[in-house]
DNA sequence: AACAGAATGTGAGCACAACTCATGTCAATG
DNA sequence: CATTGACATGAGTTGTGCTCACATTCTGTT
């Protein structure tokens, strides 16, 4: 169910060997960046790490930059994958219900998988090279990652967000999207594993903007 | 009544010249954000623009990471000056009309002043320098930029913001902060001068929050 | 005014990271 | 066995952040 979601890589492996050096070195990647953070991140120790020629690291990303892209892809898909499970198992009413599983889980993964923490989704990520403007402008690749995310949330949603007005609600999400990710992360700065209280004002927050959106009952 | 507010340069300069060259390079920094980003952005660059050599830069800056922290301070101190005033001229009543102003303004700057939309208060970057484990640990210097900006939004706010509990309120306004930053950022890698749909929502989220927060009424 | 010593200014050069590309490996086909 | 082309490799190129030995300017004392 879940789609492939990385960055625009230079070669995607298909054989199997392939396949598994790729893997090494999203993990790899992830793991350095728990350790060093971000800016201190070299595709070197990347490479290294994964016993992976640095040559080969630049087969299959284009650079560093895509790297973490594409890092965000795979923890998009594993989120996306592991919220529907929980869904199902749980089945949650409302909105409210729906808000407190996805945060919970985001927080879940926050604490449990590498590298989440330094990049999540890569929601504001976007950083287009720099200089060079964007010249790619068909379907999903042109909205960037929050409207992207937001639209398969609501999918993911399905019935739980009734409303006569599908677009609006695509722009509520994106928007919550958007504050909640902001607030966990300033959750994950303030203590290692996550301000409570912090964590605790973020379902608040959401809650509340979500139910003035979609009836005011 | 702006304070201090720069990153641990390194020095700070004290006479005229210096004062004026430690201005231009925060200007040139700002002039370049806007045209070829953060990551694309090279301390060589600032330091020709500013008609400066580029030894003196890294005598006032500890580096680019601090220049930008610099820059991200004097944008701070200059939104809160400006807010300031607005508050004392429109005298608006409750936490709706405080919450318009304050984003109007940030959106103004947002517009108007250069390389705003690039750092703004830097409230996400924290950026220790990776590998070194933050060492200070006094007063305001600890608590990252969010509370800061909190707090002094908390001061302005002053009689308008009636609670019983004052430390609650500080919490929200760093949850508000931090999503509103995150929304506005959002409008503005929508639309170049921020998309009015997504600054709207800005506003209803802030509101519909901080409603919740003080008095129910 | 003349001088000493401190403070500040300067830019060639160093260390190191991102990224390339000529060469090597190897499997499949004629 | 020879030919071909896809894939793998890591020494080398490019360019950035940053330093440091030396030059210049300022400040206070006699």
Do not use: W
Request: net charge negative; aromatic share 6%; hydrophobic share 45%.
């Amino acid at each position: 169910m879940a789609g492939q979601n990385s960055g625009p890589g230079r070669r995607r492996p298909v054989q199997q060997r392939s396949l598994e050096r790729y893997q090494r070195l999203l993990d790899a990647c992830a793991g350095l960046l728990d350790e060093v953070g971000a800016t201190a991140l070299t595709t070197k120790e990347v490479a290294h790490r994964a016993q992976v020629p640095i040559g080969t690291l630049y087969q299959f990303f284009a650079g560093k930059e895509d790297l973490l892209a594409a890092l965000a892809g795979r923890n998009l898909d594993r989120y996306l994958e592991r919220l529907d499970h929980r869904l199902l198992e749980e089945a949650p009413a409302g909105t409210a219900g729906f808000t407190d599983l996805a945060v919970d889980e985001f927080v879940a993964m926050k604490r449990a998988v590498p590298g989440f923490g330094q990049v999540d989704f890569g929601l504001a990520g976007a950083t287009v090279p720099a200089g060079v403007r964007d010249d790619r402008h068909l379907l999903d690749t042109d909205l960037d990652n929050n409207t992207a995310v937001a639209l398969r949330l609501q999918a993911l949603g399905g019935e739980l967000f009734a409303t006569a007005d599908p677009a609006a609600l695509t722009l509520a999400l994106r928007v919550a999207l958007e504050a909640a990710d902001a607030v966990l992360k300033l959750a994950f700065r303030s203590a290692p594993d996550g301000d409570p209280a912090l964590i605790a004002e973020c379902k608040r927050l959401v809650r509340c903007y979500l139910a003035e959106q979609l009836g005011p009952r």
